[in-house]
């Protein structure tokens, strides 16, 4: 079992339609949760950064983490074709010394005008 | 703020042969991170520094990559000899400190070994 999974999709869907993208994973050290956003040729970009288990909201983007289902969400309100990209989930464990991310494999989202 | 500098953007090498990629942190992080990113996969972290010493490079497959941050600034990542599995994308990241501050990543190399 990988530590992190994530469907790969791709999901499709159409433009204003709220998106939810999931990972679940197995480590139970994994403490900070994260959400980038990678376009076609360019690195990841960060959308959402969270620790605690509940919602942070951030514009059209919702982040949640429920830690005790080991289950973390994404969701996009008003999805724009501009929002078509693979979402990466990641994280890790507390900090201090080794911290690199660890990651899902993405999910190709795709919003249809 | 200047993004995460990386070069050269594209590389293609023959099996066996050599190759070398470069990076420049945004200025003032402290840790830099090396990762590998093959075609329909979430990056794999090779390499972490915190300035110019190495914290993690368990990842790394150290009979043919090597990296060094010798003045804890820019780093270099280095394949010899290339295998057709390394063709990739490295993406260099970088963090103010370790913990709960975020990455940032650079557009990454793309290599092709052919």
């Known amino acids: 079992q990988k530590e992190v999974e994530q469907d790969p999709g791709p999901l499709s869907v159409p433009e204003g339609a709220i998106v939810s993208l999931n990972c679940t994973y197995s480590n139970s050290a994994f403490q900070y949760f994260m959400w980038y956003r990678q376009y076609s040729r360019k690195g990841p970009e960060l959308l959402m950064y969270?620790?605690?288990?509940g919602n942070k909201e951030d514009g059209r983007f919702t982040a949640q983490v429920d830690k005790s289902s080991k289950y973390i969400s994404l969701f996009i309100r008003d999805s724009q074709p501009s929002d078509s990209a693979t979402y990466l989930c990641a994280m890790r464990s507390r900090g201090g010394g080794a911290d690199g991310l660890t990651f899902g494999k993405g999910t190709h989202l795709i919003i249809q005008p | 703020e200047a993004g995460v500098a990386q070069s050269p953007r594209y590389k293609i090498i023959e099996k066996r042969q050599s190759v070398a990629f470069w990076c420049n942190p945004i200025s003032g992080h402290a840790t830099l991170y090396w990762y590998q990113q093959i075609l329909g996969q979430g990056p794999k972290l090779l390499i972490q520094f915190q300035n110019n010493g190495v914290v993690d490079d368990s990842q790394l497959p150290k009979d043919r990559f090597s990296a060094e941050r010798l003045k804890g600034v820019d780093s270099t990542l280095k394949i010899q000899p290339a295998k057709l599995e390394d063709s990739a994308v490295y993406l260099c990241a970088s963090s103010s400190s370790t913990g709960l501050s975020p990455l940032h990543f650079g557009n990454g190399t793309r290599l092709t070994v052919t």
């Open positions: 969270t620790y605690s288990s």
